[in-house]
C-alpha cells in the first residue's frame, strides 16, 4: 500500500494530473475541469423514471413520471438512464473517442454512467458493453463500450461479459432514421453461452443512445435467452420531442 501511494505520487508529480479535454489542471487524473465539466447538457432530474429521458426543468411531474412512450409500454428495458444529452458539446468528445482513439476520455465518461446510475435502485449479476462485429472491432482495435463497462462493472462488483452474445455485421446506422435503425439491427445479436445468461439481471452499456434500437434488440435476445431483467446505460443519448 505505501509502495503503490509512493508510486502514484512520483506519477503525479512528473505527469500532473489535467483535463482530458482542454488539459488545464485538475485535482485527479481523467476528471474533467469545471468550465469542460459546464459545457455538458447533464441529464438530472426531471427524467422519466424509467427510460430517463429529461424533462423541462420547471415540471412538477410528481415522484415517478413516465415519458408518453413509457407510459404506453413502448420501452422494453427495465431500466435506462444516460449522462447527458448529445449536443455539441458531447459529440465533440464522443466522436474521438469513438473513432480518433483517444480512449482517455473513458475515464470521465464512465464516472458519467456511474452518475446517472445514482438513483437506479439496481443490483445487475453481469455487466455487459454492447458488443462490436469482429470486422468493425479489427477496424476499430478497440470497442468503446467496453472501456465504459469497466469501470461501470467494478462500481458494482458485477463480472464483465465479453463472451456470451455475437454480432454480425452489418452496415453502419449513421444517418439512418429510427425505422431504418431497427431493420438494420434486426436479427444481428446471437447468445453463444445461455447458461451465463439464464436467471441474470443484466446491465447493458454504450456510448451513444440514438432511438434505442441497438438496446432494445439486445434486450430481445437476452430475455429469450433467459435473462432475468435487462437494465441499460450510456453516456449520452439524442433528446427528441416526444
Not at 188 to 196: L, N, T
Not at 220 to 227: F, M, P, Y
Request: positive net charge; glycine residues 4%.
Amino acid at each position: 500500500m505505501v509502495v503503490h501511494k509512493i508510486f502514484f505520487s512520483i506519477v503525479d508529480f512528473l505527469f500532473p494530473p489535467s483535463c482530458p479535454l482542454c488539459a488545464a489542471a485538475v485535482s485527479n487524473h481523467g476528471e474533467l475541469c469545471a468550465d469542460c465539466w459546464a459545457a455538458f447538457n447533464w441529464i438530472a432530474e426531471p427524467k422519466c423514471a424509467r427510460c430517463g429521458y429529461p424533462f423541462p426543468a420547471n415540471l412538477d411531474l410528481g415522484p415517478h413520471p413516465l415519458c408518453p412512450k413509457c407510459a404506453s409500454g413502448e420501452c422494453k428495458l427495465d431500466l435506462v438512464r444516460s449522462a447527458c444529452a448529445y449536443d455539441d458539446a458531447s459529440r465533440a468528445a464522443m466522436l474521438p473517442f469513438k473513432h480518433g482513439g483517444r480512449t482517455q476520455y473513458a475515464r470521465f465518461m464512465a464516472r458519467g454512467c456511474i452518475w446517472a446510475l445514482r438513483d437506479a435502485n439496481i443490483h445487475p449479476d453481469i455487466v455487459m458493453p454492447v458488443p462490436l462485429a469482429y470486422l468493425r472491432l479489427c477496424h476499430r482495435t478497440y470497442n468503446q463500450a467496453t472501456l465504459l463497462a469497466r469501470p461501470i462493472a467494478r462500481a458494482y462488483g458485477a463480472p464483465m461479459d465479453l463472451t456470451s452474445v455475437r454480432r454480425a455485421h452489418r452496415p453502419s446506422m449513421g444517418h439512418k432514421n429510427a425505422r431504418q435503425r431497427a431493420e438494420n439491427i434486426h436479427g444481428v445479436f446471437r447468445v453463444v453461452r445461455p447458461d451465463k445468461i439464464r436467471g441474470k439481471n443484466i446491465l447493458l452499456v454504450d456510448d451513444v443512445m440514438t432511438t434505442s434500437a441497438t438496446f432494445n434488440e439486445l434486450r430481445d435476445v437476452l430475455i429469450r435467452a433467459g435473462a432475468a431483467a435487462v437494465y441499460a446505460v450510456s453516456f449520452c443519448r439524442v433528446v427528441r420531442a416526444i
